[in-house]
């Protein structure tokens, strides 16, 4: 019989890797705090968050309870002509969390499922508001909102994952990327934009969709919150609905609970996920102002088109309220400033390697920026040499570790995270 690793070689897909592989896989036999435990008995640093979901690390009690406190009244129920108090909890959670006039709540099964639906309800709401016609979704350069077809469709269409694909998605408006850094000037940026606008129909767009703040799968690319604010305007100004895509920056994990916030900016759509649930089930939300709920209920069809099959699943929901309440419990703002301050200083030494270009940090995010594409299995190779998990892509090698971590565990991830770009160069 094949070992567990020849069969997962032979048998399973991992993301964004060929089915016929001999990059290596670790095998995770357990996972407790900040570290998990590999097959061979090494114990790393999860300096990924399982992809920016655990914020809580693993295993955390409050969170174990609630799951097994659910699991022994019902795992699930279909949420069609149904309801729970687990989705009820956490309805009413998210609406005191996020910006002012987000009242509506729809639970999606993942991030790229929320922002499916968000597109729908931008459409759906155009139509009930008598534009048929705004079909289109007006976007920035450098944006990632998911592996679905309609969140591909607002992807950097040169620069992303999905360009293969472009014959057979919808066309959308794309703005120039804004330029890097929290303080940056937008002038320029404004200017290009508006005649990116001139050459094409305010009536043909419907709403604008974008990751505040930080793009993450897109380069990790910071942007001025001015940003925001003119976008806010220009959907003021033009009747189009403004989408802020928080699935990866929600949560405090920019150093505000929301990116929105460092802009002082509501939308009228918000999706969330990935920390949603502290890393423990699959679970998105889209929430909208009531002004979108009744265009939506003014379309044709009278109900928002879309209905998943496990939608607010109840497990999900309960860990979701508990994982949100460990995070309000705390003093989470001076926990992710503690966090910004050691990544800055561990990362700091990454400035005199030859092939850094850029180093970047905003809240609980780190990023070193090197000259070329990086060989992923190496500079993974490298870190878990230093005793961290990473899992860098293009050229970038960084860290959006779980809010637990000590400050000795971010030197340690720092530490790994300078040796890996080190590395890289040799």
């Given at each position: 019989?094949?070992?567990?690793?020849?069969?997962?070689?032979?048998?399973?897909?991992?993301?964004?890797?060929?089915?016929?592989?001999?990059?290596?896989?670790?095998?995770?036999?357990?996972?407790?705090?900040?570290?998990?435990?590999?097959?061979?008995?090494?114990?790393?640093?999860?300096?990924?968050?399982?992809?920016?979901?655990?914020?809580?690390?693993?295993?955390?009690?409050?969170?174990?309870?609630?799951?097994?406190?659910?699991?022994?009244?019902?795992?699930?129920?279909?949420?069609?002509?149904?309801?729970?108090?687990?989705?009820?909890?956490?309805?009413?959670?998210?609406?005191?969390?996020?910006?002012?006039?987000?009242?509506?709540?729809?639970?999606?099964?993942?991030?790229?499922?929320?922002?499916?639906?968000?597109?729908?309800?931008?459409?759906?709401?155009?139509?009930?508001?008598?534009?048929?016609?705004?079909?289109?979704?007006?976007?920035?350069?450098?944006?990632?909102?998911?592996?679905?077809?309609?969140?591909?469709?607002?992807?950097?269409?040169?620069?992303?994952?999905?360009?293969?694909?472009?014959?057979?998605?919808?066309?959308?408006?794309?703005?120039?990327?804004?330029?890097?850094?929290?303080?940056?000037?937008?002038?320029?940026?404004?200017?290009?934009?508006?005649?990116?606008?001139?050459?094409?129909?305010?009536?043909?767009?419907?709403?604008?969709?974008?990751?505040?703040?930080?793009?993450?799968?897109?380069?990790?690319?910071?942007?001025?919150?001015?940003?925001?604010?003119?976008?806010?305007?220009?959907?003021?100004?033009?009747?189009?609905?403004?989408?802020?895509?928080?699935?990866?920056?929600?949560?405090?994990?920019?150093?505000?609970?929301?990116?929105?916030?460092?802009?002082?900016?509501?939308?009228?759509?918000?999706?969330?996920?990935?920390?949603?649930?502290?890393?423990?089930?699959?679970?998105?939300?889209?929430?909208?102002?009531?002004?979108?709920?009744?265009?939506?209920?003014?379309?044709?069809?009278?109900?928002?088109?879309?209905?998943?099959?496990?939608?607010?699943?109840?497990?999900?929901?309960?860990?979701?309220?508990?994982?949100?309440?460990?995070?309000?419990?705390?003093?989470?703002?001076?926990?992710?400033?503690?966090?910004?301050?050691?990544?800055?200083?561990?990362?700091?030494?990454?400035?005199?390697?030859?092939?850094?270009?850029?180093?970047?940090?905003?809240?609980?995010?780190?990023?070193?920026?090197?000259?070329?594409?990086?060989?992923?299995?190496?500079?993974?190779?490298?870190?878990?040499?230093?005793?961290?998990?990473?899992r860098p892509f293009r050229n970038l090698i960084y860290t959006m570790p779980p809010y637990i971590c000590s400050d000795e565990e971010i030197s340690t991830i720092t530490g790994a995270l300078v040796a890996a770009a080190a590395g890289a160069a040799t």
């Open positions: 019989m094949d070992s567990s690793l020849d069969f997962d070689r032979d048998h399973l897909w991992h993301p964004y890797a060929p089915m016929a592989t001999t990059a290596p896989t670790l095998l995770v036999r357990s996972a407790r705090g900040t570290r998990l435990t590999l097959d061979d008995g090494r114990e790393p640093l999860d300096a990924m968050s399982s992809w920016w979901a655990a914020i809580h690390g693993y295993r955390h009690p409050r969170l174990d309870e609630a799951l097994h406190r659910q699991a022994d009244i019902m795992s699930h129920v279909m949420f069609g002509g149904l309801t729970h108090e687990p989705a009820i909890e956490l309805g009413r959670r998210l609406i005191e969390l996020t910006p002012i006039g987000l009242d509506k709540v729809f639970f999606a099964d993942s991030g790229s499922v929320s922002v499916e639906v968000a597109i729908k309800m931008a459409l759906q709401y155009q139509r009930g508001r008598g534009n048929p016609g705004r079909t289109k979704l007006l976007t920035i350069g450098g944006g990632y909102h998911g592996d679905t077809f309609g969140a591909m469709s607002v992807c950097d269409p040169v620069g992303g994952m999905h360009s293969m694909f472009a014959g057979a998605l919808a066309r959308q408006v794309f703005l120039p990327r804004p330029p890097a850094g929290f303080d940056a000037d937008i002038s320029a940026w404004m200017d290009e934009s508006n005649r990116v606008l001139a050459a094409c129909s305010e009536d043909d767009i419907a709403a604008i969709i974008v990751e505040p703040i930080l793009q993450g799968a897109g380069g990790m690319h910071v942007y001025p919150p001015g940003v925001l604010r003119w976008l806010r305007e220009l959907a003021d100004r033009n009747g189009w609905l403004l989408i802020l895509d928080e699935i990866a920056t929600g949560f405090a994990r920019t150093g505000e609970m929301f990116a929105a916030d460092h802009a002082g900016v509501s939308p009228d759509i918000m999706c969330v996920g990935k920390a949603l649930t502290g890393g423990y089930l699959t679970l998105a939300a889209v929430l909208c102002t009531a002004e979108v709920a009744e265009g939506i209920d003014a379309s044709e069809s009278g109900v928002l088109m879309h209905g998943p099959t496990f939608m607010a699943n109840p497990l999900a929901c309960a860990v979701a309220a508990a994982n949100l309440d460990v995070l309000t419990s705390t003093d989470w703002r001076a926990n992710v400033a503690r966090l910004h301050t050691g990544l800055s200083f561990g990362l700091a030494p990454a400035h005199e390697l030859e092939n850094v270009t850029e180093v970047r940090t905003i809240g609980a995010v780190g990023v070193v920026a090197l000259d070329r594409s990086v060989d992923v299995s190496r500079v993974a190779a490298i870190a878990l040499d230093h005793g961290v998990w990473v």
